[in-house]
């Protein structure tokens, strides 16, 4: 669950709290081209507020509008479903002829979003059941490989934890990338040691700044399938401590800026760290996509370029390349 989801959720019990009648709906299920993913979610409030999205524009309004008018979960949840014929295409204007269904849940005590805030806040990964027919709710535990269901008599939702990206170094490129990933909904850690490069990270919203040496911070950050690392010191002291912890954790990324040859000069280091040859291939180096990147900011956009894409699940030997060619330097092209 990202960052826009859990503010829908906090919105929601204020809104709760002060009153209101709020109805959330939840994306079950897309056909053709939708413009919001299985899971996205959206709530409205009864004096047609909203926070969220289901649909990107398409079909909000009308949503608004047969809420307020008590057409839909009004007590208990229901189901509806946009884009079913070509007249609704071209009413709401779903692109290339996309259908959205919606399941809609009047919030309630027994909707247990509070209780779900807390568990998400705690970084546990939660299934959250709800029964159609009565509105109850039941969370539990999640696993890997959990993922949302809908057979029409129960919602099944996973939430939490967030994505996280820990960077090693707090130079220039580091400042670019850390705001590229505040605002791709990452929870950025900047992990500096070296004192002269600390000043203005304290100010950065959306960054934390660790002083801690970068194996111990990954130790401590107990990385998971939701975390990325990339290390962009240039210096093996700090670069390489943080490889070889992170590369034996399930981080789903974890990248070094670099030529080619320093990465290969990397690449045996690790190995003589005691780092398995199956970890160590698992290392993106020279970090990022080849967008043809000179300056600092397009570095750090063919990084978390890289890490969206292989997060997504694309096949990156079908997308870009990465850096390759002898004239590459440190991820640029000299």
């Known amino acids: 669950m990202n960052s826009i989801d859990i503010d829908v959720i906090r919105t929601a019990l204020d809104w709760q709290s002060r009153g209101h009648r709020v109805v959330m709906g939840t994306v079950v299920r897309t056909w053709g081209s939708a413009p919001r993913p299985p899971g996205s979610l959206?709530?409205?409030?009864?004096?047609?507020?909203?926070?969220?999205?289901?649909?990107?524009?398409?079909?909000?309004?009308?949503?608004?509008?047969?809420?307020?008018?008590?057409?839909?979960?009004?007590?208990?949840?229901?189901?509806?479903?946009?884009?079913?014929?070509?007249?609704?295409?071209?009413?709401?204007?779903?692109p290339?002829?996309?259908?959205?269904?919606?399941?809609?849940?009047?919030?309630?005590?027994?909707?247990?979003?509070?209780?779900?805030?807390?568990?998400?806040?705690?970084?546990?990964?939660?299934?959250?059941?709800?029964?159609?027919?009565?509105?109850?709710?039941?969370?539990?535990?999640?696993?890997?490989?959990?993922?949302?269901?809908?057979?029409?008599?129960?919602?099944?939702?996973?939430?939490?934890?967030?994505?996280?990206?820990?960077?090693?170094?707090?130079?220039?490129?580091?400042r670019y990338l850390a705001h590229m990933a505040v605002m791709l909904d990452y929870q950025v850690t900047v992990c500096e040691p070296r004192v002269e490069y600390h000043e203005g990270w304290e100010a950065m919203t959306g960054v934390t700044l660790s002083k801690e040496m970068p194996d111990d911070l990954v130790l401590a950050m107990r990385l998971d399938h939701n975390s990325a690392v990339v290390a962009v010191t240039h210096d093996p002291k700090l670069d390489d401590l943080a490889l070889m912890e992170a590369l034996r954790t399930p981080a789903f990324y974890v990248g070094a800026l670099g030529s080619q040859h320093n990465n290969a000069q990397r690449r045996k280091r690790l190995l003589d760290f005691d780092v398995s040859e199956e970890e160590v291939r698992q290392l993106h180096g020279p970090v990022g996509l080849n967008l043809g990147a000179l300056t600092p900011p397009e570095i750090a956009l063919s990084i978390v370029a890289e890490m969206t894409a292989l997060r997504r699940g694309t096949d990156l030997s079908q997308a870009l390349s990465n850096w390759s060619g002898s004239k590459t330097v440190c991820g640029l092209s000299a």
């Open 42 to 94: 959206m709530i409205i409030r009864d004096d047609g507020q909203v926070a969220g999205s289901v649909s990107g524009g398409c079909i909000e309004d009308d949503l608004i509008r047969r809420v307020a008018a008590g057409e839909l979960a009004l007590r208990l949840p229901d189901t509806t479903t946009y884009g079913q014929t070509a007249e609704e295409v071209r009413r709401f204007g779903l």
């Open 96 to 174: 290339c002829g996309g259908s959205v269904q919606v399941v809609l849940e009047p919030l309630s005590a027994q909707s247990q979003l509070r209780e779900l805030l807390v568990l998400i806040e705690q970084h546990q990964r939660v299934e959250r059941r709800m029964d159609m027919a009565t509105g109850m709710v039941r969370m539990s535990a999640a696993t890997e490989g959990d993922k949302l269901q809908f057979d029409g008599q129960s919602l099944t939702t996973v939430h939490g934890p967030r994505l996280r990206l820990l960077i090693i170094g707090g130079g220039q490129l580091s």
